[in-house]
């Protein structure tokens, strides 16, 4: 699952991705909400199984301060970058 069980999710965003023998689908959120799953990595899905159920009567949570955190190397954590 792209998003995992209890996060808050908005309407069309991709939350999980299918695979079957010949293809991989994307599934987006019908509504926005927080996301309760049913089906875990790997699991086999039949047609009509359900894989997560959405909450539309929880509180969309308050965005995350817009300040970055400084790492422990003292960089902003946007500016961290694997060295090779």
């Given at each position: 699952?792209?998003?995992?069980?209890?996060?808050y999710v908005?309407?069309?965003e991709v939350?999980?991705?299918?695979e079957s023998e010949k293809a991989t689908?994307?599934?987006n959120a019908e509504k926005a909400g927080v996301l309760?799953?049913?089906a875990l990595e790997g699991d086999?899905?039949?047609i009509g199984d359900v894989l997560a159920s959405i909450d539309e009567t929880a509180a969309k949570p308050e965005?995350?301060?817009s300040r970055k955190r400084?790492?422990?190397?003292?960089r902003r954590k946007s500016e961290v970058r694997s060295e090779k």
């Open positions: 699952m792209d998003k995992k069980d209890g996060q908005d309407r069309d939350i999980a991705e299918l689908f994307e599934v309760k799953t049913s086999t899905l039949k965005k995350a301060s400084k790492t422990k190397a003292g």
